[in-house]
Every structure is written in C-alpha cells, then in structure tokens.
C-alpha cells in the first residue's frame, strides 16, 4: 500500500522560500507520476508541479513556473518553493499515480494515492 508522508510546511514571509518533503513508501515507483497539489480556502484542489518517476520529466503550472522546483532524491519527493506570494498560501498535498497516459500530469485523476497535507502560510 503506497503511503505518502508530506513535511517542511510552515510560516513564511512573502519572498521567502521554504521546501517540502514526500516520502514515499509501500511500493515500486518506477512507472509512477508523482505530483505536488495545493487547496486555499474555500477554492478547488490544484495542480502544483509533477515528476515523472523514472524519466525525471517535470512539469508545472503557469502560476509557480519559475518559482518552484520539484525533484527526487530515492524514495523522498521535494517541492523547493522561492519568492513565495500571498496567493501561495495553501495546504499542499503529494500524490502518486501510475502513468498510464489516459489523464494528463494535472488531473486530479491521475493520481491514486495521497498524503495528508501539510500547511504553507505566506504572510507579513
């Protein structure tokens, strides 16, 4: 059974910088798409940025590109964020997800497992 486990949230100025941890167990990864999704208040879980296990391919949205960086070091998935705004404000969730190819790296369908979250707050 796969089992995320996110940590690094936290308190941060605006400008600030702070980086998430996922650790993954319970499986083989190879085949899988890994990916950071964030959920403010009152709005819609969104996609963050994606990483293909084995291929190391990444992909991000338009708001963070620039900004933020995902990469994998073994089991554990990081989300390195800099000069993070007020909009960055959010729970952020890891997921995991084969990589059949039927749902693109944004969709919240293409990923199966999820961790618990973990809060990031922007403020002054």
């Known amino acids: 059974q796969v089992q995320l486990v996110e940590s690094g949230g936290g308190l941060v100025q605006p400008g600030g910088s702070l980086k998430l941890s996922c650790a993954a167990s319970g499986g083989s990864f190879s085949g899988y798409r890994m990916g950071w999704f964030r959920q403010a208040p009152g709005k819609e879980r969104e996609f963050v940025a994606a990483l293909d296990w084995s291929r190391g391919n990444t992909y991000y949205a338009d708001s963070v590109g620039g900004r933020f960086r995902i990469s994998r070091n073994g089991a554990t998935i990081y989300l390195q964020m800099n000069n993070l705004n007020l909009e960055d404000t959010a729970v952020y969730y890891c997921?995991?997800?084969?990589?059949?190819?039927?749902?693109?790296?944004?969709?919240?369908?293409?990923?199966?497992?999820w961790g618990q979250g973990t809060q990031v707050t922007v403020s002054s």
């Open positions: 997921a995991a997800g084969w990589n059949s190819g039927v749902y693109v790296y944004k969709a919240i369908q293409a990923y199966t497992s």
